[in-house]
């Protein structure tokens, strides 16, 4: 069975600093997808990113970066400067190969971002 | 714009009845789901449906009921057996259920039981 990790469940930062989110996943197969999510206040979830088991390259997009390290099994997920709008709940999930069809959603990390 | 809709809101049931929460979407996509978030805690996936006609149970079917008549809506009942149905519910589509189609989401429905 598959499993994902954000052992952190709340963090707060001044503006403009730089923060990481963590997520560690479980899974035995050698094909999947890692996502992440953010949920605003709103309660929409926003698709932010989607990485392959085969990509490890690291992703900039922005303020936002993501480190897949599959030896570790991470897939951390950095906010550089950040904003007050950044102020949400972020989602890591994973995807398996074949005909497996759903996300499997960590408990998600809320981020305060104080101006 | 395309997007998901879903309706209400906001929702209070009374212990004992049953509830339909709605979804709508018009981007064309063929796959549809819902999950239920509780508080502190991830989306787990109640059902899903691949096309019209078509759907499978996910993790926590127990207590709910979905149709998917339409390949634009897919609501979902929760029945008077669903033990604690007061959580945020998110339905999503996708183009296909391949692993590597991300999905799309709708703003989702806050049910509270009185």
Redesign the interface.
Known sequence: AQKVTQAQTEISVVEKEDVTLDCVYETRDTTYYLFWYKQPPSGELVFLIRRNSFDEQNEISGRYSWNFQKSTSSFNFTITASQVVDSAVYFCALSLGGSARQLTFGSGTQLTVLP | DGGITQSPKYLFRKEGQNVTLSCEQNLNHD?M?WYRQDP??????IY?S?IVNDF?K??IAEGYSVSREKKESFPLTVTSAQKNPTA?Y?C?SSTG????N???????T?LTVL
Do not use: K, N
């Open positions: 796959a789901y502190g805690q991830g989306l787990r996936l899903y691949q499978q996910g993790d945020f998110l999503a259920t391949g692993v590597y991300e999905q799309f989401f709708g703003p989702g806050r």
